[in-house]
């Protein structure tokens, strides 16, 4: 499972000075890690995990420091429940994917078509696992059967608060009414020159070939009082918000040649002030839209090496085949997939080096074929492994946790995690291996880790870049 509120913990805990006297819509904390909505009938609610928080707000800059013996004295009202529209949730023990609507109404997605027309080809980027004790906090609505059952942008839009969203406003319940002259600024946040901020990226770390999508998304500080958000691609504007974040859909044309688009968010708030933000993205390479890993680095004869390949949608892949040792091996599963596995049985005697790639036919007539890996064929199993990573996507300043499990049926004698080239931490005798790292800058930053078994076979893994901006 994954430690929840490592990033709430991190950034909150580092906001300065001591408030009092909670108001309705405050974001309050106190010694302690959590982070609570104080709601319109004067009990908190609680985010219990740092997915559902970014789910509401983009940073902690509104979040406010108050006494223990203060908070107590605000009854537990319950948990927070994800934004409506903004992520999609599914639990470990549910193969269903989510919307959530209203309230933490839950909407199952009935196929992977409808997903797809409300969330983009990359809609599964979109997806948080939801941890089974959280689940009760959500309550089940009618299944989505077509896109038209349900507009992300519109539950969105109506949850415009926690209060709202929980039908905390009530008759007897008011908010305090809107204030007659403009308010003040709000005060610059430490190290910046203003509190009205923009940023704009991509929603997700898509492939983008010509003829696909690109997904953009702004992000705009402060999240209240705002009276526009507009993104803009090639300075032509793409989609209109009223909300953070404002998300759009960017459709490349088959015939443009264009390589870089240059994107823009302009922001204005009701009281005046405005922020822009500029960005950029490229068409990727078709190859990086393709993932080819293999199981082991060394495989005993008579064992079986498991091949893994995934392809982005936009390749439109119509047959996947494995080349071992030059030979075609076609699997069932592979044809007509966006991915699969193939379980490849080692005839080849100890000693021998085999290479492996994978041949993928695409839309549109286009073939590729993925750079040629090695594995020798000894007379053991290596070890297997994998590179776990908290978030794939955090805010300057932000950490993560690295976590590297290794298995070998003649046990593991260590493992090593780096970032880049600097060794971050080595673990003996352990399957597991835990490391946080950061805080780290604007950019990409991946890992990697090396594993070695008892009798001296090893393994090395590359982690997915994670995206800090």
Not at 28 to 37: I, M, R, T
Not at 40 to 48: D, L, S
Not at 191 to 214: E, H, L, N, P, V
Not at 297 to 320: C, H, Y
Request: aromatic fraction near 8%; include cysteine; charged fraction near 15%.
């Amino acid at each position: 499972m994954r430690r929840f509120f490592s990033a709430l913990a991190v950034t909150a805990a580092l906001l300065p000075g001591i408030a009092s006297a909670a108001t309705a819509g405050d974001l309050l904390k106190a010694s302690g890690d959590a982070v609570y909505y104080f709601g319109a009938n004067g009990k908190r609610y609680v985010f219990p995990t740092a997915q559902t928080y970014r789910s509401w707000y983009t940073d902690f800059s509104q979040v406010k420091t108050i006494g223990d013996a203060e908070l107590a004295t605000y009854p537990l009202g319950g948990n927070v429940t994800y934004r409506p529209g903004v992520r999609l949730v599914k639990v470990t023990t549910d193969p269903k994917v989510y919307a959530v609507g209203a309230n933490g109404e839950l909407r199952w997605i009935t196929s992977e078509s409808v997903a797809v027309a409300l969330y983009g080809a990359t809609w599964n980027t979109n997806v948080d696992d939801l941890p089974d004790a959280f689940f009760v906090n959500y309550r089940m609505g009618a299944p989505i059967q077509a896109a038209s059952d349900f507009q992300p942008a519109t539950e969105t839009a109506r949850a415009s608060s926690i209060n709202v969203d929980k039908g905390l406003l009530s008759p007897t319940e008011p908010m305090p009414p809107a204030a007659t002259s403009t308010p003040p600024a709000p005060t610059p946040l430490p190290g910046t020159g203003s509190a009205y901020r923009a940023t704009i990226g991509m929603q997700s770390d898509a492939f983008i070939a010509k003829g696909g999508k690109a997904y953009l998304r702004a992000d705009v500080t402060p999240g209240t009082s705002l009276a526009k958000v507009k993104i803009f691609v090639k300075n032509s504007l793409l989609t209109t918000c009223t909300y953070t974040p404002c998300t759009g859909t960017f459709q490349l044309d088959q015939n443009d040649d264009t390589r870089t688009f240059p994107t823009r968010v302009e922001a204005s708030w009701i009281t005046g002030q405005t922020a822009t933000a500029t960005s950029s993205f490229s068409l990727s390479d078709p190859l990086d839209g393709i993932t080819f890993t293999m199981e082991r680095a060394q495989v005993r004869t008579n064992g079986r090496q498991v091949f893994s390949i995934d392809v982005d949608p936009l390749l439109e892949p119509s047959s996947i085949d494995v080349y071992v040792g030059g030979v075609r091996y076609t699997d069932p599963d592979c044809s007509d997939s966006l991915g699969c596995t193939v379980n490849y049985n080692i005839t080849s005697p100890a000693g021998t080096t085999l290479s492996a790639y994978a041949r993928i036919e695409g839309g549109r007539g286009n073939v590729y074929a993925t750079p040629v890996q090695t594995f020798t064929v000894g007379t053991h199993d290596g070890p297997t492994g994998s590179i776990l990573l908290d978030k794939t996507r955090i805010y300057p300043g932000e950490s993560l946790d690295v976590r590297v499990t290794a298995a070998d049926d003649n046990g593991i004698a260590w493992i090593e995690v780096y970032q880049g080239d600097v060794l971050l931490k080595k673990c003996q005798n352990t399957i597991s291996c835990v490391v946080t790292s950061g805080p780290h800058a604007a950019g990409t930053i991946s890992f990697r880790a090396r594993i070695q078994d008892m009798l001296g076979a090893t393994l090395d893994l590359t982690s997915d870049e994670v995206l800090v901006q």
